[in-house]
């Protein structure tokens, strides 16, 4: 199976209404999941030190060209594993407060929001989606003619648990923040 890797991702909420959720669509020429919507985030880099927060702050600015001090992190979600490519990923919830995005063409092919009450809606639904010449069951969030899936549509549906669950920290944290 091969050692596990450390990665993480950030649920990037933007702190202007619609409040969109930021979401990535990979380059196509990409190894890992080429095409793929995912959510900004990636593999710990030796910089990191092993520090999650530091390496989605990093993934964040390299990927979308957010900088740190327009982020702030609100919570973290539990540890997803990833059994293809022996990844442990562990999503944070963070504000980011609107601005410029400038996607890194060399791993990005494009940045788009869904807004959040979508997100939180029952969008979120058991499916099944075509790729690589497979069908593949999985939780599935169409939008706009984009499909969330695989290990995103997972963290989906962890984020809107931790945001039912009673005395949600993360979901009051983001209506605090989000507040007029």
Do not use: C
């Given at each position: 199976?091969?050692?596990?890797?450390?990665?993480?991702?950030?649920?990037?909420?933007?702190?202007?209404?619609?409040h969109?959720?930021?979401?990535?669509?990979?380059?196509?020429?990409?190894?890992?999941?080429?095409?793929?919507?995912?959510?900004?985030?990636?593999?710990?880099?030796p910089?990191?030190?092993?520090?999650?927060?530091?390496?989605?702050?990093?993934?964040l600015?390299?990927?979308?060209?957010?900088?740190?001090?327009?982020?702030?992190?609100?919570?973290?979600?539990?540890?997803?594993?990833?059994?293809?490519?022996?990844?442990?990923?562990t999503?944070?919830?963070?504000?980011?407060?609107?601005?410029?995005?400038?996607?890194?063409?060399?791993?990005?092919?494009?940045?788009?929001?869904?807004?959040?009450?979508?997100?939180?809606?029952?969008?979120?639904?058991?499916?099944?989606?075509?790729?690589?010449?497979?069908?593949?069951?999985?939780?599935?969030?169409?939008?706009?003619?984009?499909?969330?899936w695989?290990?995103?549509?997972?963290?989906?549906?962890?984020?809107?648990?931790?945001?039912?669950?009673?005395?949600?920290?993360?979901?009051?944290?983001?209506?605090?923040?989000?507040?007029?």
């Amino acid at each position: 199976m091969g050692e596990r890797r450390k990665a993480a991702v950030a649920l990037g909420i933007v702190t202007e209404p619609p409040h969109g959720v930021l979401f990535v669509e990979r380059g196509a020429h990409l190894r890992d999941h080429p095409g793929q919507i995912g959510l900004p985030g990636g593999s710990v880099d030796p910089e990191d030190e092993g520090d999650l927060e530091r390496t989605v702050l990093r993934e964040l600015r390299e990927e979308v060209g957010v900088e740190p001090a327009r982020v702030r992190i609100v919570g973290r979600l539990r540890e997803v594993s990833q059994r293809r490519n022996n990844f442990d990923v562990t999503p944070f919830v963070a504000l980011v407060e609107p601005g410029p995005f400038t996607i890194d063409g060399s791993e990005t092919a494009g940045l788009f929001t869904i807004p959040l009450a979508t997100v939180l809606s029952d969008a979120l639904r058991d499916g099944e989606v075509a790729y690589a010449g497979l069908t593949i069951p999985s939780l599935v969030l169409d939008y706009e003619g984009r499909q969330v899936w695989g290990l995103t549509a997972q963290i989906l549906r962890i984020f809107n648990e931790a945001w039912r669950a009673d005395g949600s920290t993360v979901r009051a944290a983001v209506e605090a923040a989000l507040a007029p």
